[in-house]
């Protein structure tokens, strides 16, 4: 649905007064779909996961953070009312604007965030090629933040509709939940699909600037090449590890998301090989060597122990769950987070024992464009 779509007034009229009531709610388009879908639970609060294997028999939208131990919770919305653009009627955001239940909710402020220095990411960079070099692990994410001034001007409704209009390739999605805040993000990558009774998951890695040539004649460094396989070889070993044999695996091939070209590597199996373990899948995955590293929880102590900023729900997932027997749950990528006057953008980039820190860095600058480029817009 294009921001021109005469639908695109009550959605905005609808999100707008959810934004303002501090009412949960997502409005969500996924990859290759015109569908706008906004769920809203406008009488109670979502439900805080004890454990992510509680999601198997729950039916809404899950969003997780990076990781639990940092104070974020993983949160699961059961929303009262799942609606389109085409049904949103006047009655219906007239009786929101009047629910004052969420106003209460302190919101999240911006003061504690710091911009990430060049100097110190490719500070990080060393120290991790160094302990690389020592064997302490693979391969680790070193992700950074920025915080930019919104403009006077800015809408996030408008804003969300440029990113569907932009990138449909990606699953774009506009959230607000107590203790999460607001996020706005256009993601390309899918942590676990199932649909039609098939179970879909990726290794994505790699990454270079497209140039406007075709995707298929984009080369690739030994880094690259390297860092997508660790990523594959993790998928596998996690498959395996789950019993799950009767699998296929397609790829490496290009594949292009917003302004970025990756090499990516696809896997399906029937779903009835998950057997209700949709949770015990999730937990073996996340965070993949995509976003964290390889082993994960030596990459995981290295970035919590170096990044010295809070991911929150970046580089955690997110998606609607058991809708009609289908799941699409996403990697937290190409997001920010929206605060009263300002935003913060995040972005994180894989490094090897042959990372390049410059490099490194300057992919991150990619990656953030994804969003800056439809915020300049």
């Known amino acids: 649905m294009t921001s021109e779509n005469p639908l695109c007034k009550p959605l905005k009229n609808l999100q707008a007064v959810c934004l303002k009531q501090n009412i949960p709610f997502v409005s969500f388009r996924l990859p290759f779909n015109e569908q706008i879908v906004t769920f809203i639970q406008h009488d109670s609060f979502p439900e805080k996961l004890d454990t992510i294997h509680d999601i198997d028999e729950k039916v809404g939208f899950v969003m997780a953070p990076f990781d639990e131990n940092t104070g974020h919770a993983t949160y699961f919305m ?9 049904e949103i009627d006047s009655d219906y955001i007239q009786k929101l604007s009047k629910n004052n239940r969420f106003l209460s909710v302190e919101k999240l402020s911006e003061k504690d965030i710091e911009s990430s220095t060049s100097t ?3 500070n990080n960079v060393e120290t991790a090629k160094a302990a690389i070099a020592e064997g302490k692990f693979h391969k680790v994410v070193l992700s950074k933040i920025r915080l930019e001034k919104l403009d006077d001007d800015f809408v996030v409704e408008d804003f969300f509709l440029k990113l569907c209009d932009k990138y449909p390739h990606a699953m774009v999605y506009l959230i607000q939940l107590p203790d999460v805040g607001c996020w706005v993000g256009a993601t390309p990558e899918p942590l676990l699909v199932i649909e039609d009774e098939c179970v879909k998951t990726v290794s994505l890695a790699g990454t270079q ?4 040539v075709d995707v298929d004649s984009y080369s690739w460094s030994q880094k690259e090449i390297e860092e997508q396989g660790i990523v594959t ?3 596998e070993q996690t498959l395996r590890s789950l019993n799950i044999k009767n699998y296929d695996k397609t790829g490496p091939i290009n594949y292009q998301a917003a302004n970025l ?6 896997f399906e199996f029937p779903q009835a090989d998950l057997r ?3 949770g015990d899948f999730l937990k073996a995955l996340h965070p993949t060597p995509s976003v964290g590293g390889l082993p994960k929880a030596e990459a995981r102590e290295f970035i919590l ?4 900023y809070d991911r ?3 580089t955690g997932f997110l998606g609607p769950v058991n809708i009609n027997k289908n799941s699409y749950i996403f990697v937290n990528l190409r997001c920010l987070q929206l605060f009263d006057k300002q935003f913060a953008l995040y972005s994180g980039a894989g490094i090897t024992a042959s990372s390049i820190a410059e490099n490194e860095w300057e992919e991150t600058d990619n990656k953030m464009m994804t969003m800056m480029n439809v915020m300049k817009s």
């Open 305 to 308: 122990a170096n990044e010295k």
């Open 78 to 86: 059961k929303p009262n009312s799942i609606v389109f653009p085409d």
């Open 312 to 314: 929150s729900y970046y």
């Open 233 to 235: 070889n993790f998928v």
């Open 276 to 278: 209700n373990r949709l």
């Open 261 to 266: 070209i990756h090499l990516k590597t696809a």
């Open 120 to 122: 110190k990411y490719i």
């Open 209 to 212: 600037l497209a140039t406007g």
